[in-house]
């Protein structure tokens, strides 16, 4: 099968054979993956020290941790297929430079203006190297160990963000904001001496031309609908921006997928969507990602605005959830190789959905972490059950030679997933506290009542020192947790609706498709 329907001249590099060339490439990739997934995150622990430090807004601050995420999705699908093209070792070491160039450029930033240049930077050195680590391991290991090493790669790219949120915490705690980026320089460096070494070339020779009108109709729509869901929220979903960004959005999408219905060399074959591997791993990755994301918007304000806990302690309280989600990762291909994929993806699904059930039904103000922690421990095995083999069942999908593509496409979903998950989510929990609030503010003056019914940290800073402090912290307290089973409840009907579809539409096959390496006929 192939997404431009024509054969191409040439495939991909040599399957590597040595067990140890292969897992210094898994390390490299890796490596470089940790960079670009602790990036995403890491800056979001040091949002008071970062608006000191440069006199900026909250929305200016916000704007530096999304014009990284923007561009990163947004450049993912045209990178990924330029990875295929051009050789995907020289666009990772690329990638790598640009990506660490960026960082150490963040990190000594003295400005707004040169901080949202450094991150847009960020982004598009990330879009370089996300696609092309998980295309390296897809296009070099042999059949029997791709799957192990996609597992690898999974758990750090699901476990990964976690785990850099928790490193960052620890610098901004120890030290300064700006070592948040001694991080990734550090990482990268690593990377490419491990990509110099160890890893080979690999590309796709076509005699067709580069997709350019496709891959600008894709960057619009992505852009678009990445936008839409970072700042709908914050501007109002009926706000011009956010509307302009919505039809930018649509109209880029329908561009896109009318303009590659016509060629014979697309950047994607949007045809391959029929085909269940592709959908079924897509949808899944989309609402996995999605209610990973939500349950990230509703826990730190738990454990911080309830709870008391510091960033750090916080960060640290998530940590068995993310090793257990990586050790999952790990284990799943070997599921799969016993039990299928579909029913793999299935198990952790409905123990992702478990999970929430449980953290919906025994949080409380008083139960403390142990009332959530079963739930986050079931959350964080479903969920690196369900990844790999969702991951899987896309890169399958797409011929070796395109696993740029293959990869990209896999990376968009997460990043749509969690920018809907937080969106979604959140607004619930908003609604569901607002709601909730109203009932437990009588005796509180007007002014400070308003000031409370914007969100749980800001009842308790209108709450401090006065005399009905106590009262209106308990409502705070306990209207947030109402807003958190609601949240947790809708975050249950989309896995239980995701459980369905994935048994009646999820992949048929456990290891890698002889459809990925078998070229279509020429149409």
Same mark, same amino acid.
């Given at each position: ?5 024509? %054969? ?8 590597? *054979? ?11 990739? /890796? ?37 990284? +995420?923007? =561009? ?82 999974? $758990? ?19 030290? &300064? ?30 005699? *067709? ?7 600008? &109709?894709?960057? !619009? ?8 869901? *970072?700042?709908?929220?914050?501007? $109002? ?13 649509? !109209? ?24 269940? $591997? ?5 949808? &899944? ?29 916080? +960060? ?16 799943? %291909? ?37 009332? !959530?922690?079963? $739930? ?9 059950? &369900?990844? =790999? ?56 003056? *007007? ?41 947790? /409840? ?5 896995? +239980? ?27």
């Amino acid at each position: 099968m192939s997404t431009n329907g024509s %054969p191409q001249l040439a495939t991909a590099g040599p399957t590597i *054979h040595d067990p140890r060339q292969r897992r210094a490439i898994l390390i490299g990739v /890796c490596i470089a993956l940790m960079a670009v997934i602790a990036s995403v995150s890491g800056l979001n622990v040091a949002q008071p020290q970062v608006a000191l430090a440069f006199g900026a807004s909250q929305s200016e601050v916000l704007w530096m941790i999304n014009i990284y +995420t923007v =561009t990163l999705a947004a450049l993912l699908l045209p990178l990924g297929a330029v990875g295929d093209r051009w050789g995907r070792k020289p666009v990772l070491l690329t990638g790598l430079v640009v990506f660490g160039v960026a960082s150490a450029a963040a990190g000594l930033a003295r400005s707004s203006e040169v901080m949202l240049a450094a991150r847009f930077l960020g982004g598009v050195g990330a879009a370089m190297i996300m696609p092309v680590t998980l295309a390296v391991i897809t296009s070099t290991f042999p059949d029997e160990e791709r799957s192990k090493a996609i597992g690898v790669w999974t $758990g750090v790219a699901g476990g990964g963000g976690i785990l850099g949120m928790y490193l960052s915490a620890v610098l901004v705690d120890v030290a &300064s904001w700006r070592w948040l980026f001694v991080l990734p320089v550090a990482l990268v460096l690593v990377a490419i001496l491990l990509a110099l070494r160890t890893i080979p070339n690999s590309r796709e020779e076509s005699p *067709h031309k580069f997709d350019v009108v496709g891959s600008l &109709s894709s960057l !619009v729509a992505v852009a678009g609908f990445i936008f839409v869901l *970072h700042e709908g929220p914050d501007q $109002g979903w009926t706000a011009p921006v956010t509307l302009v960004s919505l039809l930018a959005g649509v !109209v880029g999408a329908l561009g896109f997928v009318a303009w590659e219905l016509r060629q014979r060399a697309p950047l994607l074959d949007v045809r391959l969507f029929r085909e269940r $591997g592709l959908a079924s791993g897509s949808v &899944s990755l989309l609402a996995v990602f999605g209610v990973q994301a939500g349950i990230f918007v509703v826990l730190f304000p738990y454990f911080q605005a309830v709870l008391g806990w510091s960033g750090l302690r916080s +960060t640290l309280a998530l940590m068995p959830m993310a090793v257990l989600m990586m050790a999952a990762s790990g284990l799943a %291909p070997r599921v799969a190789a016993q039990v299928g994929a579909r029913v793999t993806m299935a198990s952790g699904i409905f123990l992702g959905g478990a999970g929430l059930a449980l953290m919906a039904t025994l949080v409380s103000v008083g139960g403390g972490y142990l009332s !959530v922690l079963p $739930g986050m421990l079931a959350m964080g095995l479903g969920m690196g059950l &369900s990844m =790999t083999p969702s991951t899987e069942a896309i890169t399958t999908s797409l011929p070796r030679e395109r696993q740029g593509v293959a990869s990209a496409l896999n990376d968009v979903t997460r990043e749509f997933g969690t920018a809907l998950g937080v969106a979604l989510l959140g607004a619930v929990l908003t609604a569901g506290y607002r709601s909730a609030i109203d009932a437990r503010l009588e005796g509180v003056p *007007h002014d400070a009542a308003d000031t409370a019914r914007e969100g749980v940290a800001n009842a308790l800073a209108v709450a401090d020192g006065r005399l009905y402090s106590r009262a209106l912290i308990r409502a705070a307290q306990e209207s947030f947790v109402d807003g958190w089973q609601q949240a947790m /409840c809708a975050g249950v009907v989309v896995m +239980t609706m995701l459980f369905v579809y994935v048994l009646v539409r999820g992949p048929q096959r456990t290891g890698t498709s002889s459809k990925a390496v078998s070229p279509r006929p020429a149409r």
